[in-house]
C-alpha cells in the first residue's frame, strides 16, 4: 500500500484565498483524522470521520474551516477566507480502528501571506 | 484534561548510548499510548502502539513500557545511531476525550 498521500505538498497562497488541501487514506482504513501542527500549539486534532461520516469536528478552528469525505478513498480540508494564522503543515492520518494504529501522510504545508 | 508531557524537550548524545525518553499523562484511563517518530519535514511513523491492557512492547532496538497507575510511559532506544535523530512523540486515546493527544515532543540528536 503506498500509504496516506496528501496533496499539494506545498501551498503557498495570499490572505483571502481558498485553500483546498486533499487526502486519500489507506485502503480498508474506517477513521480519518484531519491535524494541524505548528510550532506554538504542537499537534491539534480538527476533525475525525468514521465510514465518511463526521464525528467530531470541535477542533475545527472556526467556520472558515471544512472537511468533507464524499466517499472512502477521498477527503478534502477548506480554508476559506485564508488568513495568515492559519499557516501550518495540515496532516492526514488514517487507521483500521478509532484505538488502532495511526498512519500519517507526508502533511501539507500551507503558508498564508 | 487529559495533558500528555515530554522530558526532556531535546537531548543530545554520542553515538552507541542507550536512551530512555519519558512520557506522562494526566488521565490514567487510557485506551492505549502510541509513539510516533518524526522527522524534519516529514509525517509523523509509528513505532510502537501499546493497548491498556499491555505493559510493553519491543521493535527491533526499540522498546516501549506502559504504566497507567502512575501516567508514564518510557521509550528506550538501545545503541543509538545517528539515523535515530528525530523528534519523538507520544500520545494517548483516553475514555473521556475520544482523541488522540499529543506530547510536544523530544527532540533527539545523535552525533558520530
Known amino acids: 500500500d503506498a500509504g496516506v498521500i496528501q496533496s499539494p505538498r506545498h501551498e503557498v497562497t495570499e490572505m483571502g484565498q481558498e485553500v483546498t488541501l486533499r487526502c486519500k487514506p489507506i485502503?480498508?482504513?474506517?477513521?480519518l483524522f484531519w491535524y494541524r501542527q505548528t510550532m506554538m500549539r504542537g499537534l491539534e486534532l480538527l476533525i475525525y470521520?468514521?465510514?465518511?461520516?463526521?464525528?467530531?469536528d470541535s477542533g475545527m478552528p472556526e467556520d472558515r474551516f471544512s472537511a468533507k469525505m464524499p466517499n472512502a478513498s477521498f477527503s478534502t480540508l477548506k480554508i476559506q477566507p485564508s488568513e495568515p494564522r492559519d499557516s501550518a503543515v495540515y496532516f492526514c492520518?488514517?487507521?483500521?480502528?478509532?484505538?488502532?494504529?495511526?498512519?500519517f501522510g507526508e502533511g501539507s504545508r500551507l503558508t498564508v501571506l | 484534561k487529559q495533558e500528555v508531557t515530554q522530558i526532556p524537550a531535546a537531548l543530545s548524545v554520542p553515538e552507541g548510548e542507550n536512551l530512555v525518553l519519558n512520557c506522562s499523562f494526566t488521565?490514567?484511563?487510557?485506551?492505549?499510548l502510541q509513539w510516533f517518530r518524526q522527522d524534519p519535514g516529514k509525517g509523523l511513523t509509528s513505532l510502537l502502539l501499546?493497548?491498556?491492557?499491555?505493559r510493553e512492547q519491543t521493535s527491533g532496538r526499540l522498546n516501549a513500557s506502559l504504566d497507567k497507575s502512575s501516567g508514564r510511559s518510557t521509550l528506550y532506544i538501545a545503541a543509538s545511531q545517528p539515523g535515530d535523530s528525530a523528534t519523538y512523540l507520544c500520545?494517548?486515546?483516553?475514555?473521556?476525550?475520544?482523541?488522540?493527544?499529543f506530547g510536544a515532543g523530544t527532540r533527539l540528536a545523535v552525533h558520530p
Open positions: 500520545a494517548v486515546i483516553s475514555g473521556g476525550y475520544n482523541k488522540l493527544i
Open positions: 485502503s480498508g482504513h474506517d477513521y
Open positions: 492520518a488514517s487507521s483500521l480502528a478509532f484505538t488502532g494504529e495511526l498512519f
Open positions: 470521520f468514521n465510514n465518511n461520516v463526521p464525528i467530531d
Open positions: 488521565d490514567s484511563a487510557i485506551y492505549n
Open positions: 501499546i493497548q491498556s491492557s499491555q
